[in-house]
């Protein structure tokens, strides 16, 4: 059966992508991935253009390799609602630790540049200044009165 070439996918439809590989059940493959996408989506992909997103290739990743650490903890078939649920924090952990991991390299940018500027520590953990709300109303008070006058003579 051909198919019509499909819309690109939107950040949107990654996004709900995702979202179902997070919630899988079941044996992870390529194909039932697909097939899935289509019934949610109404479009069909096809491996190649889901894997060349990035997030999509992760959460993949992620699933089949919470898959493998349950079949690993030897999780019986018996409680399939436990094994779902296990294997759905293995997933969201397994997130989790891609963000956190990025998070790092950011900061580890940030601390360079931070140093090449010359900021100190003590510079980058100075705390913000109060805000001063009277202020803040006074300003715009300002501003309304200005565009109001401004209505009037224009």
């Known amino acids: 059966m051909k198919h019509q ?3 690109n996918l ?3 439809d990654v996004s709900t992508v995702v979202e179902l590989l997070d919630g899988w059940t079941g044996k992870l493959t390529w194909p039932a991935l697909c097939t899935s996408i289509a019934r949610r989506l109404r479009q069909h992909y096809t491996r190649q253009a889901l894997h060349a997103h ?3 290739r992760q959460a993949f990743a ?3 390799e919470a898959g493998a650490a349950l079949r690993r903890e030897g999780a019986s078939k018996t409680n399939e609602v436990g094994d ?3 294997a759905q924090l293995l997933g969201e952990n397994a997130e989790l630790q891609v963000k956190l991991d990025a ?3 950011k900061f580890v940018v940030w601390a360079y540049n931070a140093y090449a500027k010359g900021l100190s520590e003590a510079d980058l953990s100075r705390p ?3 805000v ?3 202020r803040t109303d006074e300003l715009k008070s300002l501003r309304s009165a200005k565009q109001k006058s401004k209505g009037k003579n224009g």
Do not use: G, N, S, W
Request: proline share 8%; glycine share 0%; net charge positive.
């Open 10 to 12: 939107t950040d949107q």
């Open 62 to 64: 992620r699933r089949k």
């Open 128 to 130: 913000l200044p109060d």
């Open 54 to 56: 990035e997030p999509i």
């Open 132 to 134: 001063d709300r009277d």
């Open 103 to 105: 998070m790092r390299d």
């Open 84 to 86: 779902t649920k296990f």
């Open 5 to 7: 070439r499909a819309k």
